[in-house]
């Protein structure tokens, strides 16, 4: 008889959970062949028993001891999500002896390190591709495969829930509230969809994304977010009008010489053209641009049991091969040790929509705003509002070159203290152009 080499526990059987558990029992041959030994699920943790399943669980393999089933294992899967009891369980692994392949990326976003220590004193692997991108291999190429070059800038839609949130806004005119609860059915949101809507979600994967890419730790909370609860219906028009999209972004820039790291999350304008402008639905899109390498593009379903599953699977089989074979994966590197900034520090390009008064050397004074915090105006035209009303007011919409985000700040105010402005309709950042 065949020796069970890899034995594989699985706590947390919903959404992911549930296709990683089909995969693991109806592909098992498949798998034990590409590993060379047999790879067997062992067990299932959760709440309880009783809960209705997928017909494809055996209930023998069902358990509410998951510290027993942690013990008669060597790879434990965890896709319960949250941080605890999620931590407990996965440091409770390690300390037994299994490797731990975890989604969880709110966790790995607010404590990644002590993750990383269990792993390293244990002498265990800890693997989490499908924590950032879905389906997407991003954290492997950025952590293994571009380990010889030097990344400058993450860039990217990290969220499916939101992309797809305001894919539909844009084009079938539903609200944020009814397209968040079909997101929610698709499977693609979080327990609690807050996390998605408010940016969490995408800041925890921008924290995990700048850690690796920049060999510094950055936790979510160093992450400056904004979600897409305040984007309105006029904002998703006027981006069309304007020859652009919204998106909500992720973006991870180390800063010329060196000078650290600044790490944001979100709504931005993407034009048109940019490839980034054409990702629908909850797929997910994240450019990285190295020294050597320039600028790589990693696209694919970002949300989602099935295409989940599919990460999480490839975790396991490199575990399950290092369990065989030997080896292990990498550790955390964080020597650069860079200082993580504050989104004062950020640079990008700004539209701003400007109500004034329709009189003459109001646009003089508006450029004087610009000019007097170093913020340099690439266009400006008087806008018409895309349902094409106008008024005894102007509004004008004022595109920025590259500036930093203070001086933006600072120019915002100033304008507000202008009495020929009535009201700051609108500053959007734009990315990508
Ligand atoms: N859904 C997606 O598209 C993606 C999800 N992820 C991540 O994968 C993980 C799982 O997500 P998802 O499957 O969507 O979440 P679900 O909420 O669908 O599933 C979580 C499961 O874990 C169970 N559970 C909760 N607490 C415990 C506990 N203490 N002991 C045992 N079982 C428990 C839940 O049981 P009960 O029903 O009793 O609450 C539920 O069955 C999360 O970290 C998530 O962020 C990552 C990428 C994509
Ligand atoms: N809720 C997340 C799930 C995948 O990480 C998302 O919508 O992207």
Not at 139 to 155: F, H, M, Q, W, Y
Not at 216 to 231: F, P, Q
Not at 267 to 279: F, K
Not at 382 to 387: E, G, K, R, S, Y
Request: hydrophobic share 50%.
């Amino acid at each position: 008889m065949r020796r069970v080499t890899v034995r594989v526990a699985l706590i947390g059987c919903g959404t992911v959970g549930t296709e990683v558990a089909r995969l693991l029992l109806t592909n098992a041959d498949e798998l034990t062949a590409r590993v060379g030994d047999e790879v067997r699920l062992v067990g299932i943790a959760e709440r309880s028993t009783e809960a209705e399943r997928d017909p494809v669980i055996p209930r023998e393999l069902l358990t509410t001891d998951w510290q027993g089933l942690v013990a008669r294992s060597d790879v434990v899967i965890e896709l319960i999500g949250g941080v605890e009891p999620a931590r407990t369980m996965i440091l409770g692994a390690m300390a037994a002896g299994a490797s731990v392949v975890t989604a969880n990326k709110e966790l790995l976003g607010k404590d990644g390190p002590t993750l990383y220590a269990a792993a390293e004193a244990a002498g265990v692997d800890l693997y989490y591709e499908a924590a950032v991108g879905g389906a997407i291999p991003l954290i492997r190429p950025v952590r293994e495969s571009l380990a010889g070059d030097r990344i400058t800038r993450v860039l990217g839609i990290v969220n499916g829930t939101t992309n797809y949130v305001l894919d539909q806004m844009a084009t079938t005119g539903e609200d944020l509230a009814l397209a968040v609860k079909q997101a929610q059915a698709h499977g693609y949101a979080e327990a609690d969809p807050t996390a998605d809507v408010e940016g969490f979600d995408a800041a925890a994967k921008a924290a995990i994304l700048a850690s690796l890419a920049f060999h510094t730790r950055v936790s979510t909370a160093d992450v400056h977010r904004e979600g897409i609860t305040a984007v309105t219906a006029e904002d998703v028009a006027w981006a069309a009008e304007t020859g652009h999209v919204l998106k909500l972004l992720a973006v991870a820039e180390r800063l010329p010489g060196d000078a650290g790291v600044v790490a944001r999350v979100h709504p931005a304008l993407v034009p048109l053209a940019h490839p980034l402008a054409g990702v629908r639905g909850a797929f997910n899109a994240v450019f990285v641009e190295a020294e050597a390498a320039g600028p790589l593009m990693f696209y694919g379903q970002g949300a989602g049991g099935v295409p989940t599953a599919s990460a999480v699977l490839g975790d396991v089989m490199t575990i399950a091969r290092h369990r065989v074979q030997g080896g292990r994966g990498p550790a955390e590197s964080r020597y650069a040790d860079l200082p993580v900034l504050p989104m004062a520090q950020a640079v990008t390009r700004y539209q701003v929509r400007l109500r004034v008064a329709d009189r003459p050397g109001v646009l003089a004074q508006v450029a004087g705003a610009f000019a007097a915090h170093d913020v340099s105006i690439e266009t400006v035209r008087q806008a018409v509002a895309p349902d094409g009303s106008t008024g005894e007011a102007a509004d004008l919409l004022v595109v920025t070159h590259r500036a930093k985000e203070s001086a933006l700040a600072a120019t915002v105010g100033a304008l507000e203290g202008l009495d020929a402005v009535s009201a700051v309709l609108s500053v959007l950042r734009v990315e990508g152009a």
